[in-house]
């Protein structure tokens, strides 16, 4: 795949249910772009295995499927974004998550934008992936990845070619603690009620483009790739 690096992207935020495909696109696009994927789940989930003083506050409250609380989800944030491998641009898969994340995020943006006089595009450009409830359930039951590159499988649609087993570096694949079926439906519910709103916000600005998620994973990642290019081109 011909990768990117001459153009400054900005920022990109992957909107969409659990099991959606944010993850899996956002790998692409980090590929193609050379801008890092900003997981807030995967960072989470980071500290919950390493037993941080973060990890131990969340770890209970993502097992139940619902929202961390914004005072731990902001300061891991905006360090996040504060490095210097977000320059050119970065992707956000898993925040902003409610309307409250999503104006605070446009605050910070807004304050880095007055900080630096170097023309980065300040305004996220926000792809939401709609994707068809049943078609989600097989989606987040089939999930599997690997422990050591973060690589995501899916044991119907897109699974390894040796059973449960990493194809690039042979880890046996795990499934999420949250996977489960008794959380999906607390995870969907946190999405309807307090996500969706966040894409209300960004349509009123103009900057919100949604994307059919059905479709196979190439033809997503090539509609994101259009959309890019004409945000950017
Ligand atoms: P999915 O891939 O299913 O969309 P994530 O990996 O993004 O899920 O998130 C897993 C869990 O981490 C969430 O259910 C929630 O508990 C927590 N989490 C992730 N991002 C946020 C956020 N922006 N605000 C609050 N909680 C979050
Ligand atoms: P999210 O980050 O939005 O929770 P993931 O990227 O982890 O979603 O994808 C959820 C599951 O669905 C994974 O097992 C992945 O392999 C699979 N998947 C992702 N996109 C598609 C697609 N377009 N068609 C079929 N399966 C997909």
Redesign the pocket.
């Known amino acids: 795949m011909a990768q990117e690096t001459s153009r400054d992207v900005g920022p990109v935020v992957l909107l969409?249910p659990?099991?959606?495909?944010?993850?899996?696109?956002a790998k692409r696009i980090m590929e193609k772009y050379m801008i890092p994927q900003i997981s807030t789940g995967d960072i989470l989930r980071h500290n919950v295995a390493q037993g941080t003083e973060l990890g131990i506050q969340a770890k209970a409250i993502m097992a139940r499927g619902e929202l961390v609380p914004d005072e731990l989800m902001y300061p891991m944030v905006r360090e996040r974004l504060s490095r210097a491998d977000c320059k050119r641009g970065y992707i956000l898969?898993g925040f902003p998550r409610t309307a409250g994340q999503a104006g605070w995020l446009d605050a910070l943006l807004e304050d880095k934008f007055f900080e630096n006089s170097r023309p980065t595009r300040a305004w996220p450009i926000v792809i939401r992936?709609d994707v068809d409830y049943n078609q989600l359930l097989l989606?987040?039951t089939?999930?599997?990845s690997c422990p050591t590159c973060g690589r995501?499988?899916?044991v119907h649609?897109?699974p390894p070619r040796t059973d449960e087993l990493c194809d690039l570096d042979g880890t046996k694949l795990v499934t999420r603690n949250d996977d489960r079926l008794e959380v999906i439906q607390p995870r969907l519910k946190a999405y309807q009620e307090q996500t969706a709103p966040v894409a209300d916000y960004y349509q009123r600005t103009g900057r919100l483009v949604a994307v059919n998620?059905d479709?196979?994973?190439d033809e997503?990642t090539q509609r994101i790739f259009r959309i890019l290019e004409d945000h950017h081109g």
């Open positions: 969409g659990p099991g959606a495909g944010k993850g899996t696109q898969d992936l989606r987040i089939g999930r599997r995501i499988y899916n649609f897109q998620g479709l196979p994973i997503v």
